[in-house]
């Protein structure tokens, strides 16, 4: 095994290690020992490097939460999921995005006492293959790479394998009809597709967008083409916040809202600002690969339809979008596929839950909706005016 899987499978364990019962109990002793002395905490953002945690900065860049009243120390950025997790339930940061299938396991898994209080966006994410690969039949008997089991990432890629009729693996060698499945920091993706140690990764942008520039990878499918407009990554909140700051809870979640409104104006200024050499060097990313994200081509949108990566042209979905009311029917939706998803570590408690009480108890939309109210509802976001929906998938 590489040392580029060594190390990955190393955060793996580790976050599992937090995610579990025992793991969890001393962070969240910190955590309570910590609100206890600091009631009035400021707003603490943890993000990845990725276009899911761009709400969160460009709030911070356009002071909407200081125009709330708000305190707010400089966001934190981290290198994996393992530190970002263990920051959050720590109470280091306490505003954070995450994979929407790790709010699962943090609340049913370990019982991390937070909630999902909205979406950070839709769409956002995609499988990116060897430039000799056409179909994803041509992914039998090689390795994929995927950031996280609990990802929405995961859940997407095993629903296409499903459909291709082919297997997915965590272990050994994968045979003709199956798929081996690894875990790997998004970072690691496009170094290891050239070297040809994976035939393909799964994950957030703009490592699909960097993968084309390089000429190492090629976008075999955009997941929000496969699942429309589904989200991937979720702002989560501690519990405690929600309930006992709730006029708090409630700026910080209306600076949220009131950024997404505002990128969607303003595209290319948001690549600028997220970029390396942007004023606050918030992620490691050049303005090329973030605006071929945010503000792609009219002939790169041919292309895609062209070449099978975009099948569903009818759905009008942008390479990543903004909206930010958590509807119930995906996190029903979420639970049903996550049973059907291979995922290494202790899962058990997953086939326990029950879709509609899931949906009803991970997430507090009380505050997304007042600011929904605050910004012109969900139109301003294209949507209808609805908070029901019914789930829709394409081949």
């Known amino acids: 095994m590489s040392q580029i899987l060594l190390n990955n499978r190393r955060e793996w364990l580790k976050l599992a290690s937090l995610l579990s019962a025992g793991g969890a109990l001393p962070l969240l002793q910190s955590f309570e020992a910590r609100a206890a002395t600091d009631a009035n905490a400021p707003v603490r953002i943890g993000y990845l490097p990725i276009t899911d945690a761009t709400p969160l900065l460009v709030a911070h860049h356009n002071k ?6 708000l305190q707010v ?3 934190r950025m981290f290198r994996s999921w393992a530190q970002l997790v263990e920051a959050f339930i720590a109470g280091q940061v306490n505003v954070v995005h995450l994979l929407s299938p790790i709010t699962v396991w943090a609340r049913y898994g370990s019982k991390v006492p937070a909630k999902v209080v909205a979406w950070n966006h839709v769409g956002g994410s995609a499988l990116t293959v060897a430039p000799e690969i056409n179909d994803i039949r041509q992914l039998g008997g090689k390795t994929v790479a995927v950031p996280f089991w609990y990802s929405m990432h995961n859940v997407v890629l095993q629903h ?8 997915a693996v965590t272990k050994g060698d994968a045979g003709p009809q199956q798929v081996k499945l690894v875990v ?3 970072s690691d993706m496009t170094p290891a597709l050239a070297s040809k140690q994976i035939a393909g990764f ?3 942008e703009p490592f699909n967008a960097s993968a084309e520039l390089l000429k190492v990878g090629k976008v075999l499918r955009f997941t929000g083409d496969v699942w429309k407009n589904h989200a991937c990554c979720v702002v989560f909140m501690h519990e405690r916040d929600l309930n006992q700051r709730p006029e708090w809870s409630q700026k910080v979640v209306s600076s949220l809202v009131q950024a997404q409104a505002w990128i ?3 595209r290319a200024a948001t690549a600028r600002l997220l970029a390396k050499d942007g004023a606050n060097r918030y992620t490691p990313h050049s303005a090329k690969a973030l605006l071929r994200v945010l503000e792609p081509s ?3 949108a041919r292309q895609y339809q062209a070449s099978g990566a975009i099948r569903h042209p009818e759905w009008k979905e942008e390479r990543i979008d903004f909206q930010p009311y958590p509807f119930p029917s995906y996190t029903e939706k979420m639970v049903e596929l996550l049973k059907l998803t291979q995922i290494e570590g202790n899962n058990a408690f997953i086939q326990s839950l029950d879709g509609k009480k899931t ?16 910004v012109g509802g969900l139109k301003t976001f294209g949507f209808p005016e609805s908070f029901g929906r019914t789930e829709v998938f394409g081949s």
Request: net charge negative; proline share 7%; aromatic share 4%.
């Open 359 to 374: 949906a009803a108890d991970l997430v507090d939309d009380r505050f997304v909706k007042q600011a929904l109210r605050q």
């Open 64 to 69: 909407l939460y200081e125009a709330q009243g």
């Open 73 to 75: 120390e400089p966001p």
């Open 202 to 204: 799964i994950v957030a």
């Open 184 to 186: 790997m920091a998004p």
């Open 160 to 167: 296409l394998l499903r459909e291709a009729k082919l297997e």
């Open 298 to 300: 009219a002939d790169q």
């Open 264 to 266: 969607q104006d303003n």
